[in-house]
């Protein structure tokens, strides 16, 4: 087995052959998009620069702004401490969200009570 193959190996993906990628900007840390990755996606993630995800609507490969001209350049991957959710920072040109925003996570604000850590 490659050394790709070892690193995917790593991913415990779901009954559908699915993990989830949270994304963020590299170098602010801010949080843009949540896709889903099969092996597939993650190996052409990994060898290829650029993010690829698994459309669980349109049942197919998509590279990250090949349409849209909205980029994500990998600079780093990591996987989670139970190896089912990986995180991928990256070099965003543009929106990253489908509805044209920068990140899909600037919309609704569910208004949680602020805790603290001493409670």
Do not use: N
């Not at 190996?9 to 900007?25: C, K, M, S, T």
């Not at 600079?75 to 965003?92: F, K, P, S």
């Amino acid at each position: 087995m490659s050394d790709i193959e070892d690193r995917i190996a790593q991913v415990a993906f779901d009954d559908d052959g699915l993990a989830p990628a949270i994304v963020q900007q590299w170098d602010t840390r801010e949080v843009l998009m949540l896709a889903w990755m099969d092996a597939e996606a993650l190996r052409r993630t990994l060898t290829g620069g650029r993010a690829v995800y698994w459309s669980r609507s349109r049942q197919e490969y998509w590279r990250k702004g090949d349409t849209s001209g909205h980029i994500q350049a990998v600079r780093e991957a990591r996987l989670d401490c139970d190896g089912d959710a990986i995180l991928l920072l990256v070099d965003q040109t543009g929106a990253a969200c489908h509805l044209g925003t920068r990140s899909c996570f600037d919309t609704t604000d569910l208004e949680a009570v602020p805790g603290s850590a001493s409670e």
